[in-house]
């Protein structure tokens, strides 16, 4: 029997992060770890007879931005605002020529330059890392760009008051406040890795400028939106497959005392809900991440070791929303059948679902592989067995 939906999308999306229950579970679809690859983006609207000019939302990750029309079949609750580049800087693809091949290349504010060879066209790794030999003092001299400019937040009130004036959708941020992993971008990972271990005080220097770019820039942002959105999406990348990417002491003496002081930051700023990306298997890190303060975990790899949904929603579903985790992307998303999918969004609704704090999304971003029937699966069943 069809159910009827009783609230709007942010009255949906607000009740799940307080822990209560909604008319049925919100879903996002659109985020920049909550997207959709554009070679996807494209073999789904032909297969839905949408018409929409692609627009690259992420062009490291070759995201397209989502449809209005492609948002309202999918039922998704969820809208962006996000902050941009500073008038000053520029963002361009150039294209080059290196080893007999042709390249895009996307230099970033820190220096970092990311490059897509024509041949792949699926997504842009790293070329260069600006303070691969860097000392200290290179460090010091480095110049970071402005977390405050101004004008990185050009018209983002309007919008954001147009979608809470105009729309019935819950406001999220784009994703900021990187500032573990900007730092091994700029550095080089293995050198990081080997910096954590032999000049840990690099590391700490670099976390601190790191963080203050991040303490800047969301003072400016928050005076901006702070009053008007629902969430603030923030992230670094901290667990792999089987745990943490590195030592948790090294978490939690270094790394985790300037997460913290950011989160906070964050919260004296609004009553937004911070949500909290970070990939892999980090059971061991959650107790960590709420003392940080977050509210919100993403994208809850339940492929990863020790992420079963079970385990996860009976250990800490009182305490933190799970925001994905719908189904097993690496192995069963891209290649099952629809009606596998089905069933595993099925199961893992009834597992994550109960008393609330749960948003239904994909595990990260629906990648190029993964066929336009398996997409509508996906969210059609997220609807279909949603409703509470």
């Known amino acids: 029997m069809a159910r009827k939906e009783t609230m709007t999308s942010r009255e949906r999306l607000n009740k799940a992060l307080n822990h209560e229950i909604p008319d049925r579970v919100p879903i996002d679809l659109g985020g920049f770890q909550t997207g959709i690859h554009r070679i996807a983006y494209a073999e789904l ?38 902050a941009h580049g500073p008038e000053d800087f520029d963002g ?36 260069h890392h ?19 400019d101004p004008t990185r937040f050009t018209g983002v009130r309007d919008e954001a008051l147009e979608l809470r004036r105009q729309t019935p ?25 080997v910096d954590m271990i032999e000049n ?44 943490p990417l590195f030592s948790p002491n090294f978490y939690r003496e270094i790394v985790k005392p300037r997460q913290k002081k950011l989160v906070q930051h964050i919260k004296s700023l609004t009553p937004a809900k911070i949500w909290y990306h970070t990939c892999g298997s980090v059971l061991q890190l ?40 719908a189904i097993d992307t690496q192995h069963t998303l891209p290649y099952a059948e629809p009606q596998r999918i089905r069933r595993e969004v099925q199961k893992n609704l009834q597992v994550l679902m109960p008393g609330g704090g749960y948003v239904f999304n994909n595990v990260h971003n629906v990648q190029a592989d993964v066929p336009a029937e398996n997409i509508v699966a996906l969210f059609d069943s997220a609807y279909e067995f949603g409703f509470y």
């Open 45 to 82: 609207l032909a297969h839905l007879g949408i018409e929409d000019e692609l627009t690259i939302l992420d062009p490291v990750q070759q995201l397209a931005k989502p449809c209005e029309q492609l948002l309202e079949r999918f039922h998704v609750d969820v809208r962006y605002v996000c």
């Open 92 to 127: 361009s693809i150039r294209t080059a020529t290196r080893d007999g091949k042709l390249w895009h290349d996307l230099k970033d504010e820190f220096g970092v330059v990311w490059s897509m060879s024509y041949e792949q066209q699926l997504y842009m790794d790293i070329s």
């Open 130 to 148: 600006p303070l691969a030999d860097a000392t200290i003092k290179d460090l010091a001299d480095y110049p970071f760009p402005k977390g405050d």
């Open 169 to 193: 959708y819950a406001i999220s941020t784009g994703i900021g406040g990187v500032v573990y992993e900007v730092c091994w971008y700029m550095r080089g990972l293995e050198r990081w890795f």
């Open 200 to 243: 840990p005080a690099y590391c700490e220097a670099a976390l601190d400028r790191m963080l203050k770019f991040w303490m800047d820039y969301y003072t400016g942002f928050m005076a901006e939106v702070g009053d008007i959105i629902d969430v603030v999406m923030i992230g670094d990348d901290i667990g792999g497959q089987a745990g």
């Open 286 to 325: 959650i107790p960590d991440l709420l003392d940080n303060g977050i509210d919100i975990l993403n994208p809850v790899q339940i492929s990863a070791a020790d992420m079963d949904p079970q385990k996860l929603k009976s250990r800490y579903g009182d305490k933190l929303v799970f925001w994905g985790g």
